[in-house]
Structures are given as structure tokens and as C-alpha cells.
């Protein structure tokens, strides 16, 4: 290989991330690289997008992924005040039991029914809530590879939500690329204002830890002897667990919104060159 060649390859969007090596520069496995004016190779493996145009046409629609996640955010927030409210009665309610002070059986049994119904609404909600921002995550960050070289592969985007410890890290890591790579893709294009949600997204992954380490102490808790000092300290972890929710949903969403802004305009500037 020539330096003209290898100086080709490094410009490269398939090159392997990081790699200047002549032999192992190429990221098209089980293919040997032969270079005649242009790679032959990736003319013959139809899994490869050449040039960058060619890559913009890859881009897949993200809206209706985004729409589907917001709504479900939204729907866990209400569930997050309902659950607040009735873990409030609760708390009111083994505090009179506490304090000796006449709790009918009916008073009992209506608080159980009412926390296991809001329960499982909740539990229901914040699962198909989880899959749907999950989806939206991953077309968001397979859609700005295709722009872009991305750190991580887009299965990462989903994966890295349920690996132990990487889980703690790895999705802030790939929300702040994309906000850090889309905002530097569209100010070589445009001169347009561009909301840089940086902070946003330190604040929205902060409250995430906390309210994953709550929900964590809450569900131990669950394990504990049944005492009413148990069932107290629970009911006040779950009043704090959805009282973080509630701010978590509102800029859950305010970051969706704003990244899929960005997002329409790079669609818009793809357009507009086509």
C-alpha cells in the first residue's frame, strides 16, 4: 500500500476506530484489502456504505420512536404522583397504627388493594416506558454513526442499560457523545442557534443513579422483617423514589425533545443537499 492509498484509507467512515496500520486498517472482516482507485472490496460487499452521502441516505426515522417514548414518560410521571399520594396515606396510615390509634381492617385492606393496583400499573407502565426510550436511544445513536464515527457500536447503546457496572457509566457516556457529536456535525453546517444540553444531561443521569440506588434499597427492604418501623421506612423511600421521578420524567423528556430537534435539522441539511 502507498502512502496515497493508506492516506485514503484513514479517511476512510469503514476504517477500523483508531487504527493507522496498513494491514489492519481495513474494518471489512474475512476480506483482504485491495486498493485499485478505490477499494474493490466494499464495492462487492453490500453491507458497506461508501462516502458520506451515501451514508446520509442510511439515516432511519427516529420521530415516531421518540413520540412513542415521551408519552410513555409522561404516563410513569402521573403514576409517580399517584404512587407519591397513596404512599402518603400509607405513611399516614401505619403512623395512627403506630401510635395505638384505631385503624379498621377495612382501612387496611382498601390501603393494600390501592398500593398493589398503583403497583403494578407502575411496574407495567416503567418496563414498556424503558423499552420504548431504549428503542428511540438506539435508532438515535445508529443514526448518528452514520454521520459520524461513534465510540461504542450501536448494539452498546441498547446492551450497555443491563450490564452490572458498565450500566453505571456507559449510557451518560453515549447520550453526552450524541449530543457532543450532533452539535459539532451541525455547526460546521449551519450558523443556527443549537441548544447544548451538556448539563441537562449530567443532571438527568445523576437523578437516574439516585433513584436506581432508592429503588434498589427499596426492593431489599421488601425482604426485611414485617414490622411497622419496616413498612414505614419503605413508604418514605417510596415517597422519595417518586418525588425524584417526577423531575427525572420532565427532563427525561426535555432532552428527548431537544435531541430530536437536532436530529430534523441534520434531515433538513441532508435534504437540502440531495
Aim: glycine residues 4%; aromatic residues 12%; hydrophobic residues 40%.
Amino acid at each position: 500500500m502507498t502512502e496515497v492509498q493508506l492516506t485514503y484509507c484513514k479517511k476512510c467512515l469503514n476504517r477500523k476506530k483508531g487504527e493507522t496500520n496498513p494491514e489492519t486498517i481495513c474494518n471489512i472482516r474475512g476480506k483482504n484489502m485491495k486498493f485499485e482507485g478505490i477499494c474493490t472490496s466494499f464495492e462487492l460487499d453490500e453491507n458497506v456504505i461508501i462516502g458520506l452521502e451515501n451514508k446520509f441516505n442510511q439515516i432511519k426515522p427516529n420521530e415516531h420512536r421518540s413520540r412513542t417514548a415521551i408519552i410513555l414518560i409522561w404516563i410513569v410521571m402521573v403514576l409517580d404522583i399517584l404512587s407519591l399520594y397513596s404512599s402518603y396515606l400509607q405513611y399516614n396510615l401505619l403512623t395512627a397504627f403506630k401510635n395505638n390509634e384505631e385503624v379498621s381492617d377495612l382501612m387496611l385492606s382498601t390501603n393494600d388493594y390501592r398500593e398493589q393496583g398503583i403497583a403494578i400499573l407502575y411496574l407495567i407502565a416503567f418496563i414498556i416506558s424503558a423499552v420504548t426510550f431504549i428503542q428511540w436511544f438506539r435508532r438515535a445513536y445508529y443514526n448518528l454513526g452514520t454521520i459520524t464515527r461513534t465510540d461504542n457500536s450501536e448494539g452498546w447503546a441498547a446492551g450497555s442499560w443491563f450490564v452490572p457496572v458498565i450500566s453505571i457509566y456507559r449510557p451518560y457516556q453515549i447520550m453526552k457523545e450524541m449530543n457532543d457529536k450532533t452539535l459539532g456535525f451541525l455547526k460546521s453546517k449551519t450558523t443556527d442557534y443549537l441548544e447544548d444540553n451538556s448539563q441537562l444531561i449530567g443532571v438527568w443521569w445523576g437523578l437516574w443513579v439516585i433513584s436506581n440506588y432508592i429503588g434498589q434499597y427499596v426492593f431489599k427492604y421488601a425482604f426485611k422483617e414485617d414490622t411497622i418501623e419496616t413498612y414505614i421506612n419503605s413508604t418514605i423511600a417510596d415517597m422519595v423514589l417518586s418525588l425524584i421521578g417526577i423531575p427525572l420524567a420532565i427532563i427525561t423528556v426535555k432532552m428527548i425533545k431537544s435531541y430530536s430537534l437536532k436530529e430534523m435539522k441534520i434531515s433538513e441539511i441532508i435534504s437540502s443537499n440531495k
